[in-house]
């Protein structure tokens, strides 16, 4: 006989990763996810359905730019009880606090959602709560952006998408660059595509420009609960030069004076306060200028690059859990401190075509590994470094300080080497 359907944890958006973890603290059948049509059809998450004890079953309802989602989760709620809401992947953060809203449960907000879903919107909001911030214009069109960068006093520009994730799209422009070269990058970065992480339908998408800050950049991961602050986490960040700021390595905590720590917290205190954030996870990016530091963007969501895994081994617990838990109007047990640092080096590669990857045993093998997975496989054309999606894997490892943990991730990373056949892969994608 089946078992009967416990009330359910809801997730909108399949993430393997993130219901591995979760499966360590659930009841068996306790977790319902919420899935687009629209991705459903791209990804292999039917075969991955049965390999979770705690999920009950995959709902489809489209999430993404749409409401559809949150009257599903009203279903659920009617046939088995919900518990609380979690947004298990970007797009699906409005859809989650929609949700939670709409049964009475734990949430960031409809409208703190809303603010942080849309970069320029968070901008208005912060700026108007008095919060630093770059100069930035919306652009509607490559005018739009060559009159930003032509205006006087004006250094490099940063061009991104205001509601997208990944770094898609996202560039770097010098002042004075010639019309064809403006034009050319309003293209690319309008044009930049996901693949099987965005439905096939129409969407709406939106674009700012603004002025490039200096500064070493950083990023600040909270739990929040009824709009207190109860755990923060300082990760420091390299991304790659060139036009293109894909990150490239993170470690954490920060090694940071106290003094910008504590700058850090007043500024993340002032951002719930400012966006109207209720209870959930945010991951916010910082650049550290000379004035301060200067918010550049947050999420409302577990953040990207494995950094809740990098948490787990630094500071102990899985955050994962910590999160369902504020989501269900419970009290997480945290950590008082970190007892270890740990940091992520991707992989990446020239333009080219995989022939082999050597070395990962080797690599594995080293002191203070944790974990080595390489998405490369030989075969895969290899276009260039644009954002996040075209890395080819990671290193993660430990140590007892940020740069005895970031040592040891770089050096395993070196040691795998990825063989190319040929230089310039033709067809290219276009930058």
Known sequence: MTPPVVPQLVMIGFFPAFIRSLEQFLPPRSLTVVEDPGIYAKKPIAAMEGSFRCLTEVRLAAYQQSGDAVEEVRRVHD???????????????????????????????????????????????????????????????????????????????????????????????????????????????????????????????????EERLAGPEISAEALVSEGRLLFLNITAKTTADGPHPVELGHVLPAALPPATHEALRTGMESLVDAAGIGSGILCAEWILTDDGPVLVECAGRCPGDSIMDLIALAWGGDFHHHLARVLRGETPDLPAGAVQCAAIRFLHSSPGTVAAIDGVDEARALPGVQDITVTATPGLVVTGLHSSWDRLGHVIAVGPTPAEALAAAEKAADHIRITLTTEHPTPALPE
């Open 79 to 209: 046939e088995h009880g919900v518990t609380g809401v979690l947004p298990g992947m970007e797009y699906a953060v409005e859809a989650a606090a929609e949700a939670a809203a709409a049964l009475g449960l734990p949430g960031l907000g409809t409208n703190a959602a809303r603010t942080l879903r849309d970069k320029i919107v968070l901008r208005e909001t912060t700026s108007a709560a008095g919060m630093a911030a770059p100069a930035f214009r919306e652009l509607r069109s490559a005018d739009d952006l060559a009159a930003f960068l032509a205006q006087e006093g004006r250094g490099e520009v940063v061009l991104k998408p205001a509601n997208r994730q990944a770094s898609l799209g996202v560039r770097f422009l010098a002042p004075g660059i010639p019309p064809e070269e403006v034009a050319a990058a309003w293209h690319a970065t309008t044009g930049a595509d996901e693949g099987a992480q965005i439905a096939d339908r129409p969407m709406t998408w939106r674009y700012l420009a």
